[in-house]
């Protein structure tokens, strides 16, 4: 998949779960960038975001992540090992 | 030995300079460190570094095996033995009478009378070393090789009794490097010191008078309004005792090169309960959502939001165990969760109803909200068990909060207004006594190390504000034997 493709698709999850219009991520976002993406709902994000890609985290995946573009790599790369 | 006694100031005064001296060796600095770090441990109890060690060398070992072991299963026994092995001092020497007591048939079995001697700091460095393991575990970390390294992170005597938590992934890296000093981090470092050290002994220990009166157990007389303002103070003391506590180890930790997380961010200014804990005893949160709460949620995604929920409600239970084995405490930590656990749930509505008004209004409602909360479930945490918490909450609400509150009460207030409105006056400085933000803009951007005369005037107002808080800690300290800091017990 295409990047810019997979950010428009994650722009729309963070959009449907934060309940907000117009979000719009990038590879150095972090929780701190966005209001409403917080410890609460961060979870909630990375299962939408499992259900959408059909895809699965691992725990220490996620504590890694510092910023949206470690998880898009993450995402990738999973992707990839299809 | 106490941040605020004779013999630390000696003590601290020779390890300095003994540091110092050896700035060209990393490993010779961490052993002076080392062996100072469990000297001052070994002036509270000299079982004390026996046991400290103990835990280092266990936990050491157990870090390498799980690093070393690639086979996911065994990965895991491995982690699942080391957290059963580093906890159970923990839960054997604090909790050990408290569940033997609420046992049928075992209740003489009550903590008293089990005589065991609780280490200082146990709960702290326990939670670090646990903390270590399961970051080699996530691979957030590799498994230290250098023992020496490992065990001067650990016992490092700033943080060892009464916290921060220091974090594996950015305290123990600095032990590792080449340690630096500057005029900035020692001016900073002596700040915060002496900033804690006002909050210690000039606000927390004038105040813990009226606290002991208004929670005294014989003092079944007392107004709901004096109740009431027993305990804003007691807020107000717990918070000047701790938080003093942690500027004084941040300050002591910075003049060896060593940086700390700031404990507290203003947390009595917060807008929401969450936030509050956002804000209050940091590393502990850090460590709880790092540890807890991410684990837990993650498990239960598949929940939504009521798998935070849950989260949410038993990584509060497990904090207000961690503060003490009682059933106070438990309450303590479980009411802050159902606070968070509303907040979550009415976000919405909350969030139009303040909508509907200027936001200064809103911000001001939120924190006085918040303030009240706060002020009802410290009595828990304060009260000797839960029977005189729900005793004095009572009191509080019934008809005698409206009658005029005890004089002897009310003149402890005054106390913490000083430190509430410098701390607010101060909080977007890099510390409480930085005066740097008020130097004009101009001035602060031409502040490079050249700058001769710059640093200059920052350094002579920072030392007549340091001599003003000295002077303040001299004349106005409650004049009374060493008062122990009140998070020791924890």
């Known amino acids: ?82 | 030995m106490l941040f605020n006694s004779l013999e630390f100031g000696v003590f601290f005064a020779i390890l300095l300079a003994v540091y110092w001296l050896l700035y060209k060796n990393r490993n010779a600095q961490n052993l002076i460190l080392l062996a100072g770090s469990l000297i001052f441990y070994a002036w509270l109890h000299y079982s004390f570094p026996i046991y400290l060690m103990a835990m280092v060398s266990v936990s050491y070992v157990l870090g390498k095996l799980i690093g070393r072991q690639e086979n996911e299963k065994r990965r895991k026994g491995l982690l699942i033995l080391s957290l059963v092995v580093l906890s159970a001092g923990l839960i054997y020497t604090k909790y050990s009478g408290f569940i033997l007591g609420n046992i049928k048939g075992l209740e003489s079995w009550e903590a008293g009378a089990l005589h065991i001697l609780v280490p200082v700091g146990i709960s702290f460095y326990t939670f670090a070393i646990l903390g270590y393991i399961l970051d080699v575990y996530y691979e957030a970390i590799e498994p230290e090789a250098n023992y020496l390294t490992f065990a001067t992170y650990i016992c490092f005597f700033p943080q060892l009794l009464s916290g921060p938590i220091p974090a594996a992934t950015t305290v123990l890296p600095q032990f590792k490097k080449k340690a630096t000093v500057s005029v900035n981090s020692v001016t900073e470092g002596i700040g915060e010191f002496l900033w804690g050290l006002f909050k210690k002994m000039v606000v927390a220990d004038n105040i813990s008078m009226a606290v002991s009166y208004c929670f005294s157990a014989n003092n079944v007389d007392l107004s709901g309004s004096s109740l009431f303002i027993g305990a804003a103070l007691f807020g107000i003391n717990i918070y000047a005792d701790f938080s003093g506590y942690s500027s004084m180890a941040r300050g002591c930790a910075k003049m060896f090169g060593i940086d700390i997380i700031q404990n507290f961010n203003l947390p009595l200014f917060s807008k929401s309960v969450a936030e509050y804990w956002r804000r209050w005893h940091i590393s502990l949160t850090n460590w709880l959502y790092s540890y807890i709460y991410n684990p837990l949620v993650f498990g239960l995604k598949r929940w939504g939001k009521w798998g935070v929920i849950v989260g949410i409600f038993i990584t509060f239970f497990i904090s207000g165990i961690w503060h003490g084995a009682g059933w106070q405490f438990i309450v303590f930590g479980v009411v802050n969760g159902i606070a968070i656990i509303f907040e979550i749930l009415t976000k919405d509505i909350r969030t139009r109803l303040l909508g509907k008004m200027p936001s200064w209004l809103g911000g001001l409602i939120s924190t006085f909200v918040v303030l009240i909360f706060m002020l009802f479930s410290w009595i828990f945490f304060r009260a000797n068990d839960l029977a005189q918490a729900m005793r004095m909450i009572g009191r509080i609400c019934s008809g005698s909060l409206f009658s005029a509150p005890d004089t002897f009460v009310v003149e402890y207030l005054v106390w913490g207004i000083p430190m509430v409105v410098i701390e607010w006056l101060q909080r977007k400085g890099r510390y409480t006594l930085d005066v740097d933000q008020w130097l004009p803009t101009k001035v602060v951007r031409k502040r490079a190390p050249k700058n001769k005369k710059i640093m200059m005037l920052s350094l002579g107002i920072k030392l007549a504000i340091y001599v003003a808080i000295c002077l303040s800690i001299y004349f106005f300290h409650k004049k009374v034997d060493m008062a122990e800091y009140y998070y020791f017990k924890f």
């Open chain 1, 1 to 82: 998949m295409e990047e810019n493709e997979l950010y428009g698709q994650l722009n729309k999850i963070y959009e449907t779960i934060l309940k907000k219009e117009g979000v719009t991520v990038a590879p150095e976002t972090t929780a701190a960038d966005i209001d409403g993406w917080d410890s609460l709902t961060h979870m909630i994000l990375m299962d939408s975001i499992e259900k959408h890609f059909y895809i699965k985290f691992k725990l220490m995946e996620i504590m890694k992540f510092n910023n949206v573009g470690d998880m898009v790599a993450c995402i990738q790369k999973k992707l990839a090992a299809k």
